[in-house]
């Protein structure tokens, strides 16, 4: 059986895709086989992300209304062929999905894949309901400012009160942390809030901490997920996540101020 | 032709004491009544009352429905009605002008003071004593998050932290057994004396049976510090639990 993960966050522009293609990316590169569903019918982004936008042909909606079967809509990315990609549709709305459409897709993909990614659209309506719904593990991205965090706990608690692990009186959906656009220098200026201050109000699971990156901007519009830039701080923090989803330990990086660092260096101001 | 109406037919109940009679002592009647009156003048002076006689026809005690009226109205009762009389006393009743009431008798409940044992009685305000039914506490152990309400008919125990924007209401006590960041409402059914306890009160707003106070009311009070809301004199008191 597969895991089914949702990326969600309730805001929008998080970083709910850019960590949807970095996670499948990176679980389908340590081999396991993997698809990553766009839920965002209408506003479809994760095939830019992917790179793979040219090669769309039939899409999530196309499956679910039985008008393409799944090997037909499923596009093997061209970096990695453990990754498959099932691209929303950009001419339709998300009253376009339906549970138990959605139900039967999951489940025919279950039989042949590890690992299940479903990047939510923002929001807590239809489209991020049906995303989490049966979900087994959930990324929640959360930007460290309070907007942010108060959507993620509103997330967190739709994903305890309304998910199918709830409905049935299951083992609850594992919810894990993951913070992004984080900003060290900005958090020690008081403009940010901390990992501390987030972690505080929301008391989850971190798996770890992306850093405001330029490397995220230049991945997205190569369409190259950003994790395959092993260089960038970002890619490298994607790669700790998802070392850390997969039950290894990783120090936290990239969350002190470099500025705090040299001060240290030079004992000054 | 459509005359407008001047009058109509409202279904309606009105309050008639209803006399149950044990003897047909007229004499001791009239003692026991000039009694019972005098313990609250107010409530029997021109009352209405309905009489019933059908313990005493099954004891098979006649009784002169004539001689009892006039008893009544040299009281200031005004006997409205008559009930579980036989024939005969029901024909002498409506040559009175008493309608008679067919309606259960018996079982209709004693009024209180007017207790058949209770020979010395005097008519009490009934007091309401709200029962006490036990209702069991409901006790929380998942983080309630923004958006989410909870509402308990008896107390409400909360283990975890309640994020900004989460909802809590119980009509009895609620205690938080960590940080409180969303809003509390205690006694929500109007009990003043339910309280709030929590370890940090950062609450979005307070309440105690409708009285409340917002974040910007509880500046000042402690933080990081567990702390009890109550009542005081209609003013909610937020204190440091030592």
């Known amino acids: 059986m597969a895991r089914i993960i ?13 960590t949807s293609a970095a996670i499948a990316m990176g679980l389908a590169k340590r081999g396991h086989k993997t698809a990553v569903i766009d839920f965002d019918v209408g506003l479809r982004n994760l095939d830019l992300i992917m790179g793979c936008e040219r090669r769309v042909v039939y899409d999530f909606v196309n499956v679910i209304n039985g008008e393409a079967n799944l090997n037909q809509a499923l596009i093997r990315d061209k970096n990695c062929n453990q990754l498959y990609i099932l691209p929303a549709s950009q001419t339709r709305d998300k009253d376009a999905l339906n549970l138990e459409g959605v139900g039967r897709v999951l489940e025919e993909l279950s039989k042949d894949f590890k690992y299940i990614v479903c990047d939510s659209p923002a929001g807590i309506e239809r489209g991020a309901y049906l995303a989490m719904y049966y979900a087994d593990d959930a990324f929640v991205v959360t930007n460290p400012e309070v907007s942010s965090v108060r959507d993620s706990d509103r997330m967190l608690g739709i994903l305890a009160s309304k998910s199918r692990r709830a409905e049935l009186n299951m083992e609850p959906i594992k919810e894990y942390l993951l913070l992004t656009r984080y900003d060290p220098n900005r958090v020690e200026s008081g403009e940010m809030l901390s990992l501390g201050d987030v972690q505080e109000i929301l008391s989850l699971h971190l798996l770890g901490v992306i850093p405001e990156s330029k490397s995220v901007l230049n991945a997205s519009n190569s369409g190259i997920p950003v994790i395959l830039d092993e260089k960038s701080d970002a890619g490298q923090a994607y790669a700790d996540v998802v070392a850390r989803y ?22 000054g101001k | 032709m459509d005359q407008p109406s001047i009058l109509d037919f409202r279904s309606g109940t009105s309050f008639a004491p209803v006399l149950v009679l044990h003897s047909n002592d007229l004499e001791k009647i009239e003692q026991q009544l000039v009694e019972k009156i005098a313990s609250a003048p107010g409530f029997f002076e ?20 004539g001689a009892l009226v006039s008893l009544f109205r040299k009281l200031s009762l005004f006997p409205v009605g008559m009930r579980g009389g036989d024939t005969s006393q029901e024909k002498r009743a409506l040559e009175l002008f008493i309608p008679i009431d067919s309606g259960r008798s018996r079982n209709d409940a004693l009024l209180p003071g007017i207790h058949k044992e209770d020979k010395a009685s005097s008519l009490e305000i009934p007091t309401v004593i709200r029962e006490a039914v036990r209702v069991p506490a409901m006790v929380i152990t998942q983080p309630v998050r923004s958006g989410q309400r909870i509402y308990a008919s008896g107390d409400l125990i909360i283990m975890t932290q309640v994020s900004a924007g989460a909802e809590i209401m119980a009509e009895g006590n609620i ?9 509390a409402l205690a006694g929500v059914q109007g009990d003043t004396a339910t309280r709030f306890f929590c370890l940090d009160l950062q609450a979005e707003l307070v309440s105690i049976a409708g009285i409340y106070k917002t974040s910007e009311d509880l500046k000042g009070t402690p933080r990081k510090k567990p702390v009890q809301v109550c009542l005081r004199d209609q003013a909610l008191i937020v204190e440091e639990l030592s």
Do not use: A, Q
Not at chain 2, 46 to 65: R, W
């Open chain 1, 6 to 18: 949702v990326v969600t966050s309730g805001k929008g522009g998080v970083g709910k895709t850019t």
């Open chain 2, 175 to 183: 205690h938080v057994y960590n940080t409180m960041r969303g809003r």
């Open chain 2, 46 to 65: 021109n009352s209405p009352v309905l009489f019933d006689l059908s313990e005493l026809n099954e004891n098979g005690s006649k009784t002169d429905v």
């Open chain 1, 246 to 267: 997969l039950g290894e330990k990783r120090p936290l990086r990239f969350i002190d101020s470099k500025k705090g660092f040299l001060r240290k260096l030079f004992g």
